[in-house]
């Protein structure tokens, strides 16, 4: 958990105070000024009343060009971000036609299939010219090819489960399963951080909604023993059915889930868990498998798996594997499967390709280097954030590392001076944070090399002592006899 | 797909946005005539993204009986007041309208909106644009329009309903369209005014929380619209498929028409139903089985997933394409009234 220093709290929340009263004084003007001029929507609602956009508005808007940067190349570990320029105090933004290389510490890019690979690629442009770009129809209908069945089968092989079905959004996947697989008079127990599909599909079932503390088993195990002794809300019945979900690594916090504290729980109150690994497939564990086998717990407890390809597999989509029974029913009732258009083929082959890759299916042994890579350089980012005295969330072997800002000034400072050395880095606020708790968010990829990472160690270093945050004291640098014979310059000592 | 890859790798606000996104919005824009427009991953999540991020509890929403499930799970995740109106049907519309605005005095704090779509899905059944914005404008109800099959399809450049009914776009708030149907990519988009696209740019959860389109598909949409625009003939092409069709389906035994003469999903409903919706589709399947395995026809049964709350009845859909020559769609005609005179011959009136 995070525990925010007092004086930081303090700070932050006289800034966030001074904007919201600087905002609420341009809104009184921008009222006057209104009335004077009378808008064509007479008898009309406003689209947007009152506070809804506020904050859009009035903090977001000043800070815009921190965020939704366009990029003019793959994904990869260098990319090339286009600039912008605004006249109107980025109401607006433009384009450039300027584009600059930037070193990439933000895409989901965890075994560096993002850009164009020796093995991939060719096939996925064979299936291109073999089945089109897209079936143009749902999976019912007209739209599962030979590819689409071979990707179930290698997607269900790979995770441990007898069987899958792959759908072609993630967000999309959590949707609309969740109200398939639980109704009224069943109950939800998710942790509190969960990913927003989840939470849209656990409204849009209807059943109860419970949330447990992040990532705290006892807790966890309260609120089960509290919620099986009451029943249903009002009728006192017990529940038809209980679901526990949780996420493989959160994507704010970079945390791996305690998975075998939880499926013990759950196995002795009889709840389902359906388990999101939208970012551990494919980047941790030893060959790949995610979160069950980082931690040593066996595929067959946990009922329901669940994750994307968007992330380590540099394509598209989503899957659900579990048990034969499940996955049938699925596939008569969703409606996801039923009314939505199928994977695209292409995206569909790029992930059949990957998963041969990690596999070490190809013949080449590329796979388990990734693995190893992503590893250590995840490792070693973070122990050298920490030594230099960052606050840095998350557990060993995440690829994800949060750096906290707390500060709303320290966003777009940090963000900005960071593009200005040429390196890219994703800063988040409100509304997918906590208000207070503002943070920077480095995502590692198997595609870094050293030379990378030492770059980018020292320009955080660098816009760290700039901006302010190394919040945590630096361990004590040794060798100080080369720092005495180089005054001049700040380097970073390495062990 | 050498250039990019193939996925995009991150969500919108955090460096998934590829210049093709922005020139692929930007066209579609410029296609309708409308000033911006914004995509979507996924052709299901554009409704269901677009509805609760205007509509939050309180408002009133009128909306037709059958709309898919993409709108209705929107419906549901707004806790909005819905209420439906009988399926394009323009006096219950008004009829509806009018109690609402007649209740309620304090109505000029809630925000009303009016869900229809162009071509319905389940049906086939094509929205009367113009009355719809008549009574939009009596009774001040902004319009949510969703355009996915008729996108390309009807008015004669394809530029959609709007053409089709010579209403101007800037009257209709809210247009969403999924691509997957007419545009041959993945993905849908949502395009009106200024102010409507960009607050989705921050509070819509699919666009927000979700990873952007791959690029490829993007510019797949994009050569897409360039091939719709310098070839005006395929649409022409497409309606005269369809009136080959209809002309040719109309004498079918045991199953009716139903639904628009110029849309170009064509609807087949049985006569004489045979009692529960289970029973219904057991025949239509086994007809569509017969019809695959003895004629080499594909013809697909509308299906209804266990969350779907739509009222109307089941039948057999045929998607019509301008690239179907004038032989194919008479021996599907000749091989659909074969196959139906077999399988229906106990349902068929006497």
Not at chain 1, 71 to 86: K, L
Not at chain 1, 310 to 333: D, N
Not at chain 2, 1 to 19: A, H, L, N, Q, W
Not at chain 2, 54 to 68: A, M, R, S, T, W
């Amino acid at each position: 958990m995070i525990t925010i220093p007092y004086l930081t709290a303090l700070t932050t929340y006289f800034s966030y105070g001074l904007l919201f009263a600087f905002g609420q004084f341009r809104d009184f003007f921008r009222k006057i000024f209104d009335w004077w001029q009378a808008s064509n929507l007479q008898g009309y609602a406003p689209i947007c009343l009152g506070l809804e956009d506020f904050y859009i508005r009035r903090l977001y808007l000043r800070i815009q060009d921190c965020f939704g940067r366009p990029i003019a190349s793959a994904p990869d570990a260098w990319f090339d971000v286009v600039e912008r320029y605004s006249n109107d105090y980025n109401k607006t933004l433009k384009r450039t036609e300027k584009i600059s290389r930037c070193l990439n510490l933000g895409s989901y890019n965890y075994l560096g299939f993002a850009a164009a690979d020796e093995y991939c690629t060719p096939r996925v442009i064979d299936s291109l010219n073999v089945f089109s770009a897209s079936t143009c129809s749902t999976r019912v209908d007209g739209g599962t090819t030979t590819l689409h069945k071979e990707l179930e089968e290698c997607v269900a092989n790979f995770v441990g489960k007898p069987a899958a079905v792959v759908f072609g959004m993630g967000y999309v996947t959590n949707s609309a399963i969740l109200p398939v697989i639980i109704g009224k008079g069943g109950l939800i127990i998710s942790d509190s951080l969960n990913h927003n599909s989840i939470v849209n599909g656990a409204r849009g079932s209807g059943a109860t909604i419970r949330v447990f503390q992040h990532n705290t088993p006892s807790h966890l195990e309260k609120v089960l023993r509290e919620q099986i002794a009451e029943g249903q809300p009002r009728t006192h019945r017990p529940w038809k059915k209980i679901i526990v979900v949780v996420e493989g690594i959160y994507s704010m916090e970079g945390e791996l889930c305690k998975l075998p504290e939880i499926v013990s729980i759950c196995k002795k109150y009889k709840a389902y868990v359906y388990l999101d690994e939208a970012h551990s497939i494919g980047a941790v564990g030893k060959t790949g498998r995610g979160v069950c086998e980082l931690l040593g717990v066996d595929t067959a407890d946990v009922d329901i798996m669940m994750g994307t390809f968007t992330k380590s597999f540099g394509s598209s989509g989503g899957y659900i594997a579990g048990s034969k029974e499940l996955i049938q029913y699925l596939k008569y009732t969703c409606p996801a499967h039923l009314y939505a258009t199928s994977i695209s083929p292409p995206a569909a082959q790029q992930i059949i390709s990957s998963i041969k890759v990690i596999l070490g299916e190809d013949g080449s042994s590329r796979g388990a280097q990734k693995l190893a890579r992503i590893r250590e350089n995840s490792n070693f980012f973070r122990s050298e954030l920490q030594k230099m005295g960052f606050e840095v969330l998350g557990d060993n072997d995440s690829p994800v590392m949060p750096i906290m800002l707390y500060n709303p000034a320290k966003i777009p400072a940090f963000s900005r001076e960071c593009l200005k050395q040429n390196v890219a880095v994703v800063t988040v606020a409100f509304p997918a944070t906590p208000l207070l708790l503002a943070r920077a968010r480095i995502c590692i990829s198997a595609s870094h090399t050293k030379e990378d990472l030492l770059k980018a160690l020292e320009v955080i270093s660098q816009v760290g002592d700039l901006v302010g945050i190394k919040y945590f004291p630096a361990e004590p640098k040794k060798q100080l006899q080369h720092q005495e014979q180089q005054p001049g310059k700040e380097t970073i000592k390495l062990e | 797909m050498e250039k990019y890859g193939v996925g995009s790798c991150g969500p919108r606000g955090f460096y998934g946005t590829i210049d093709v996104h922005l020139d692929c919005e930007a066209r579609i824009a410029n296609f309708l005539g409308t000033t911006d427009s914004i995509l979507y991953s996924y052709g299901l999540s554009t409704m269901f993204s677009a509805i609760p991020c205007f509509c939050k509890k309180g408002d009133i929403i009128v909306v037709d009986e059958g709309v898919h499930w993409g709108i209705q799970n929107g419906l549901y995740l707004s806790r909005s007041t819905i209420v439906y109106f009988k399926h394009n049907d323009m006096e219950s519309l008004e009829k509806t309208l009018e109690k609402i605005t007649a209740k309620n005095q304090r109505a000029k704090k809630l925000r009303r909106y009016i869900v229809v779509e162009a071509v319905y899905q389940n049906s086939g059944q094509i929205a009367p644009l113009d009355k719809i914005i008549k009574l939009k404008e009596k009774y001040r109800f902004r319009v949510l329009l969703d355009e996915s099959n008729s996108i390309g399809v009807l008015g004669h450049s394809g530029r959609g309903l709007t053409e089709y009914c010579r209403v101007p776009i800037e009257k209709i708030d809210i247009v969403t369209a999924s691509m997957g149907h007419a545009l041959a990519t993945e993905g849908g988009f949502c395009t009106g005014s200024a102010r409507v696209i960009d607050h989705q740019r921050l509070s819509s959860s699919g666009y927000v929380f979700s990873a952007s389109l791959p690029p490829y598909l993007a510019s797949a949409a994009i050569t897409a619209i360039d091939v719709l625009e310098q070839n005006p003939d395929l649409t022409s092409k497409l309606k005269e498929n369809i009136a080959i069709l209809w002309k040719g389906l109309s004498d079918v035994q045991g199953l009716s028409l139903a639904s628009h003469p110029e849309s170009p999903i064509v609807f087949l409903r049985l006569e004489k139903s045979a009692g529960s919706m289970k029973g219904d589709l057991r025949l239509l399947e086994d007809l569509a089985n017969h019809a695959l395995k003895e004629e080499s026809v594909f013809v697909v049964v509308s299906k209804r997933s266990t969350l779907d709350k739509c009222p109307l009845p089941v039948g057999i859909r045929m998607f019509v394409s301008a690239a179907h020559s004038e032989s194919d769609l008479l021996k599907a005609c000749s091989s659909v009234k074969k196959v139906a005179s077999v399988v229906l011959k106990d349902h068929i009136h006497p």
